[in-house]
């Protein structure tokens, strides 16, 4: 019988700690968090406001350093790069879905969606962008504005922007926060459906244990630790 293949992380931690200085001192954010997500995986992040969720997903996206430990994301070493290292990574392999749509307001649905091929100087830009819009059910808005558009609607043009790259790991910071109930599935259903079309790795942070039971794996935190790591029955 031959031997189960195991999938290569995509996602190495470990002992990485953050401290932060405030007017207080300094401040342990993260405390020793050693963790491995499998690629391909779907993985909630969970726990109370302040336990370090969002701080661990800044530091997978390398918008924040950690200020020990190793850090290993899509085959690169986070500690070893520069800033404009990190920038051409995240470009790269990585796709963020952030609470608040950042979308640029002076920029209709496509040029936002188109924004970052346009930045790596890929061609076909517009065309993959109107592409995605389509898969996310805004053929029809392409031309809009964000002002023009409904929360909903800026949160699914904001996950087409982040998976027009075809990134490798998909990481959302409380992508319903803003959203209603109903709405808020939709666009997580649309998430999950377009994770399993592309096979990308989706990290999520989230206060829904509705939404964790959605992923296949949990990891609750608290006080800056790693307190629980649960597999689910879901599969995303």
Do not use: W
């Amino acid at each position: 019988m031959e031997p189960r293949l195991v999938p290569h992380p995509i996602i190495q931690l470990t002992d990485v700690r953050l401290n932060l200085e405030s007017r207080a001192g300094l401040v342990e954010i993260l405390k020793g968090i050693t963790l491995s997500v499998a690629n391909g995986q779907s993985l909630a992040i969970v726990g109370p406001s302040g336990s370090g969720k969002t701080s661990l997903l800044m530091i997978l996206a390398g918008l924040e350093r950690a200020t020990s430990g190793d850090v290993l994301v899509a085959g690169r070493d986070f500690n070893a790069l520069n800033e404009d290292q990190l920038a051409l990574a995240r470009g790269a392999d990585i796709g963020i879905v952030f609470q608040s749509f950042h979308l640029i307001p002076t920029m209709t649905a496509l040029e936002n969606v188109a924004l970052p091929l346009e930045f790596a100087g890929q061609t076909a830009a517009r065309e993959r962008a109107r592409a995605l819009l389509a898969d996310v059910g805004l053929s029809a808005r392409i031309d809009h504005f964000p002002a023009q558009l409904s929360g909903g609607e800026q949160q699914r043009v904001a996950l087409a922007r982040a998976l027009v790259p075809q990134p490798k790991l998909l990481l959302a910071d409380e992508p319903t926060g803003n959203l209603d109930g109903k709405t808020g599935r939709q666009v997580v259903d649309l998430m999950f459906g377009l994770k399993r079309k592309s096979g990308a790795t989706l990290v999520l942070v989230t206060h829904d244990e509705r939404l964790a039971k959605d992923c296949e794996r949990t990891i609750r935190m608290a006080d800056g630790k790693i307190v629980a790591d649960e597999r689910t029955v879901a599969a995303a």
